[in-house]
């Protein structure tokens, strides 16, 4: 380019950018922003032409500049692509051009726009791009800049017409394909406390879907180019006109912010938005109002984006097309199903209060979808539902029907958002897209309520899961309504200003028993359950060997009901937290709590005897299975503690007995093994001071972020750790011959040929992250959840070398850990020691030692 035009084309632009950024500050209209940088564009675009390719915008014949996708919409956000087709008449005049397209093209780049041109021959365009079914989508939006109007015409008039008219149906379903695969990638779901607000279920991505559909639809139906607003469900074309405008507003906002093409809604930008009123003018708004908003509005897309993909894609397969016919037999008196739709035989009747909440038991059962025609008669009924004055049965009836149905979780989500979910249990609209800002949990605290429920319906014996156990409790309750009823109540109190939210949801939870006039007894199951819904998560950071949690656990609960139901509770409610929460050891401790206490429940008094002659069956089928052992097998049991016979099959006591016999001759024996994601080595060496502190720093050099983690010793002064870890940086996932060289290190770091400063500086990465949720840590001391040692758990900010850290400090202070259990909920590390200190509990003043020098560690 050159410079004279070069300098003037970035003054240009550079002006007008900074014009435009003045505006939105001043309005916080994303709309005007979009218009303008499109216009801007076009200005750029025009003069480039003349310069490179004909000083007559019409000219020249063959060849033209046309604006697709975005830009052809003429909605261009501040930092987005800027696509571009150069079309031409024939594949001779492409490549005389080339060179002209090749330096129109750089001088953009070199303004440092994001410019993504193709160049296609009309007859390109007249047919289907299976490979890349986006750029036809991306000529439903084209509009020309400059060159051949005849051409253009061409194309638009005749061309895509012709082609999407052939090519509807195959068109139609490529395009449900990639935004199928797209939601399912997001979990399909608008409630992630995080979103994308392009690509994310109920985004932007999902209303230009729409408009998409709607076009194609005309197509079909008009035999030409239509107005997709026309095709919209009439009920959703206003409000889905107010949801486009706030994501536009949105998009803008977090593009100027990030000074990029960043759509990604985190926390600070969240905060951020709200305290600059984007898009929401209802006065002063936290964070988490503000995302209460943005919910409502995602809500809105995301049902038009259902409602038009049901209404336009059609049958994928006979098969489909099958299901869909078993489908429409489910018709009843009240309602039929048309493809998947659940449609009102009767529309009057919503009037009863029966027939309005039978159909969502319907959906309930069969997990369909509502016709966008019931919707809106839903929504037109519901004022004279809400003015009926209905007992509490007659609520709990209503809503008793859809939770125990195998879809529950669908009904209540469509109930709450059409507003039923509300007059049955109004309480729960406290927290209706509310957001718990911890990074732990990925959705709002309705959706985890509402995947929480889900899970219990989903856990079967006879699915292939790794939870059959816990499934067989579920067909062994009396009374599964009043688990979901609990799972409904459990987390209400998150919406108040009360830290702790268990009072709170239980206060709710009594009342809305008593509302629905339930038995005592029903009452107190359900109230049970919310006020200790927390307790098995808890023990869980326990050591569960221990007789001692067992025994407290089972106080609490007293029976084998309670039991079950908390136990279903809890898998559920950690499951619904984020996808990874319920890892397979977590789900395998659970089950092995639940398993322990109910045994507690149904023994007799003779506790000591039951648990010695378990204790001689054990060795005994060890010495069936290795009599070589003979007496290295007792010697190396002998002091042990029954956790460590409990937690090891008799094939892994026989190998550890093996490698400690190996210790005469090396000063360490490990054994490093896979774990369904994860890895678990354990190391058996003498005892010595620092020592656990010692291995988890080799872990640490190495970048392996420690998951769980046992530490235990006989009377001769042998120790079994064993620690499980997942390997961040895919090290030894990635490379098998790495496998050796890791487990040397540990005899390298324990016979002091390699010291672990040497390591950990060898093995360092790059600086930490910023934390994105300050964790403030708490130390806390338990001399009674264990008759044998001081229970210590540490909740601090999670970090690369924590436990090492921790333990050392331990080391320091004379202390040897018994137990570690290592847990960690998002940035939030949650680490339960059981210590010891010359072989008994620690006294007062030194568990303030112990404090003490820990906040000082962790306070760097």
Not at 721 to 734: C, P, Q
Not at 819 to 841: C, N, P, Q
């Given at each position: 380019m050159a410079s004279g035009i070069a300098q003037s084309l970035k003054a240009e632009y550079l002006e007008g950018s900074e014009r435009l950024r003045l505006e939105f500050e001043r309005t916080r209209s994303g709309r005007s922003v979009l218009q303008g940088r499109s216009v801007l564009v076009d200005s750029l675009a025009h003069q480039l032409w003349r310069h490179h390719i004909n000083p007559d915008l019409s000219s020249p014949e063959g060849l033209a500049l046309v604006a697709i996708g975005g830009y052809g919409r003429g909605v261009l956000a501040p930092y987005s692509d800027i696509d571009l087709l150069f079309l031409t008449d024939g594949e001779l005049l492409a490549a005389a051009r080339k060179d002209d397209i090749r330096a129109f093209c750089q001088d953009l780049w070199d303004l440092r726009l994001k410019v993504s041109p193709t160049t296609r021959t009309l007859e390109d365009c007249d047919r289907l791009h299976r490979d890349n079914p986006e750029f036809n989508i991306s000529l439903l939006d084209c509009r020309i800049l400059a060159g051949d109007y005849g051409l253009f015409r061409r194309l638009h008039d005749q061309v895509i017409p012709r082609t999407v008219q052939r090519d509807w149906q195959e068109l139609v379903l490529l395009l449900a394909e990639v935004n199928e695969a797209r939601h399912h990638q997001a979990g399909d779901t608008i409630f992630h406390l995080e979103p994308n607000i392009k690509d994310a279920p109920g985004g932007l991505r999902d209303y230009n879907v729409s408009s998409w559909l709607a076009l194609l639809n005309g197509f079909s139906r008009a035999r030409g180019w239509t107005d997709a607003l026309d095709y919209f469900p009439a009920s959703l074309r206003d409000r889905s006109q107010e949801a486009k405008d706030f994501f536009i507003s949105v998009r803008c906002f977090l593009h100027y912010r990030a000074g990029r093409d960043d759509n990604q809604l985190n926390w600070e930008a969240q905060q951020a938005a709200a305290d600059a009123h984007i898009g929401y003018d209802s006065g002063a708004a936290d964070a988490a109002e503000w995302m209460r908003h943005y919910y409502r509005q995602a809500r809105v897309i995301n049902r038009l984006f259902s409602n038009m993909v049901d209404q336009v894609v059609p049958a994928r397969s006979s098969l489909f097309q099958q299901f869909q016919n078993w489908r429409a037999r489910l018709s009843t008196d009240e309602f039929s199903c048309v493809n998947g739709r659940v449609l009102l035989q009767q529309p009057s009747a919503l009037i009863s209060p029966e027939n309005f909440f039978n159909c969502f038991e319907f959906v309930a059962q069969h997990g369909l979808k509502l016709a966008a025609s019931t919707e809106l008669r839903i929504e037109q009924a519901l004022p004279a539902i809400a003015a009926m004055d209905l007992s509490g049965p007659q609520r709990w009836e209503a809503l008793r029907k859809v939770l125990v149905r195998p879809h529950a979780a669908k009904a209540l989500r469509i109930m709450q958002e059409l507003g039923a979910l509300g007059l049955l249990l109004p309480e729960f609209r406290a927290v209706e897209s509310l957001v718990i800002r911890d990074y732990y949990h990925r959705y709002t605290v309705d959706e985890h309520t509402f995947r929480a429920v889900d899970s219990i319906h989903k856990l079967r014996p006879e699915k292939k899961n790794g939870n059959r156990d816990l499934a067989t409790l579920l067909e062994e309750i009396e009374h599964p309504e009043l688990l979901i009823l609990a799972l409904l109540l459990h987390d209400l109190g998150k919406a108040g200003v009360n830290e702790d939210h268990v009072s709170a949801s239980l206060e709710a939870a009594m009342k809305v028993c008593r509302r629905f006039e339930l038995p005592p007894e029903d009452e107190e199951m359900v109230c049970f359950l919310v006020a200790y819904h927390m307790d098995l998560s808890a023990a869980m950071r326990r050591d569960i060997f221990d007789p001692e949690t067992i025994y407290?656990?089972?106080?609490?609960?007293?029976?084998?009901?309670?039991?079950?139901?908390?136990?279903?509770?809890?898998y559920a409610d950690i499951g619904a937290v984020n996808p990874t929460a319920l890892s397979p050891w977590k789900a395998e401790n659970l089950w092995r709590i639940y398993f322990a206490t109910a045994n507690h429940l149904n023994r007799s008094v003779d506790d000591e005897r039951f648990h010695l002659l378990g204790h001689d069956e054990h060795v005994a089928r060890i010495r069936l299975l290795a009599p070589q052992l003979g007496r290295r097998l007792r010697?190396?049991?002998?002091?042990?503690?029954?956790?460590y016979i409990a937690m090891h099959a008799a094939e892994e006591i026989i190998q550890h007995v093996e490698m400690a016999s190996q210790l005469k001759s090396s000063v360490v024996q490990t054994q490093l093994k896979r774990l369904r994601g994860d890895f678990a080595i354990t190391v058996i060496t003498n005892d010595r001071p620092g020592l656990f502190a010692t291995l988890a720093g080799v872990l640490a050099g190495w970048g392996m972020n420690i998951l769980k983690?046992?530490?235990?010793?006989?009377?001769?002064?042998?120790?079994?750790?064993?620690?499980?870890?997942?390997?961040?940086?895919?090290?030894?996932?990635?490379?098998?011959?790495?496998w050796d060289r890791f487990r040397k290190s540990f005899s390298d770091v324990l016979d002091r040929t390699v010291p672990l400063e040497k390591l950990a500086r060898k093995r360092g990465g790059s600086a930490a992250?910023?934390?994105?949720?300050?964790?403030?840590?708490?130390?806390?001391?338990?001399?009674?959840?264990?008759?044998?040692?001081?229970?210590?758990?540490?909740?601090?900010?999670?970090?690369?070398?924590?436990?090492?850290?921790?333990?050392?400090?331990?080391a320091e202070c004379g202390c040897?850990?018994?137990?570690?259990?290592?847990?960690?909920?998002?940035?939030?590390?949650?680490?339960?020691?059981?210590?010891?200190?010359?072989?008994?509990?620690?006294?007062a003043d030194e568990c303030s030692m112990v404090k003490a020098a820990l906040e000082l560690e962790l306070e760097s």
């Open positions: 407290a656990l089972a106080r609490r609960v007293g029976s084998q009901e309670r039991l079950k139901m908390l136990a279903l509770l809890t010697d190396f049991l002998e002091g042990l503690p029954q956790r983690a046992d530490a235990f010793s006989n009377d001769s002064g042998v120790v079994v750790d064993r620690f499980v870890f997942s390997d961040r940086f895919h090290t030894l996932e990635m490379n098998v011959q790495e992250k910023a934390p994105k949720v300050k964790v403030e840590t708490s130390i806390n001391f338990d001399q009674n959840s264990s008759s044998h040692s001081t229970v210590v758990e540490v909740v601090a900010q999670d970090r690369s070398g924590l436990l090492h850290r921790i333990a050392a400090v331990f040897n850990i018994e137990v570690a259990l290592i847990d960690t909920e998002g940035e939030m590390a949650i680490d339960t020691f059981y210590l010891r200190v010359g072989g008994r509990k620690l006294a």
